[in-house]
């Protein structure tokens, strides 16, 4: 099965894919790529042009990779914002689309601790793409497209 978690930076993805992935499941996530890819002492969010430009192709071919396996294990695609082309492209492989957003005065508090004007950047443009599409699903429920 794939599971294709998606919501605001600072919202809760990678902690509701912890508590549902199992050690033996595929877990795609950008921030844990680009962890695994940066130097030492990178911060935890890292957001350079350079890096990222590899962390997305890594992330490309593993999501190509685990699409193929699908059947053979759980997936969990942390993908933030994903357009209409990649919600039927995940429709058509009958994923599982959990939105989980704890609201934006709960996820613009989380970033204001972390004072990272680029993350607010991300979550504002995630909540004001939301006008447009049909409302978020709160933590723990789901969506199918």
Do not use: C
């Not at 192709?57 to 990649?86: G, S």
């Not at 979550?123 to 199918?144: C, D, E, I, M």
């Amino acid at each position: 099965m794939l599971y294709v978690v998606t919501g605001p930076p600072a919202g809760g993805k990678s902690s509701w894919v912890e508590a549902h992935a199992r050690p033996t499941d595929v877990v795609i996530d950008l921030d844990r790529i680009t962890r695994a890819l940066a130097g030492p002492g990178a911060p935890q969010w890292n957001q350079d042009p350079v890096l990222l430009k590899v962390a997305h192709k890594a992330r490309y071919a593993a999501m190509y990779e685990a699409f193929t396996l699908r059947d053979q294990t759980d997936v969990y695609l942390i993908h933030t914002m994903p357009t209409a082309k990649w919600l039927a492209r995940y429709a058509r492989m009958d994923a599982k689309v959990v939105a989980v957003d704890p609201g934006r005065d709960v996820v613009m508090k989380r970033i204001e601790a972390m004072r990272d004007p680029e993350m607010r950047r991300v979550a504002t443009r995630w909540y004001g793409s939301r006008k447009a599409s049909p409302p978020a699903v709160r933590a723990g429920q789901t969506l199918s497209w």
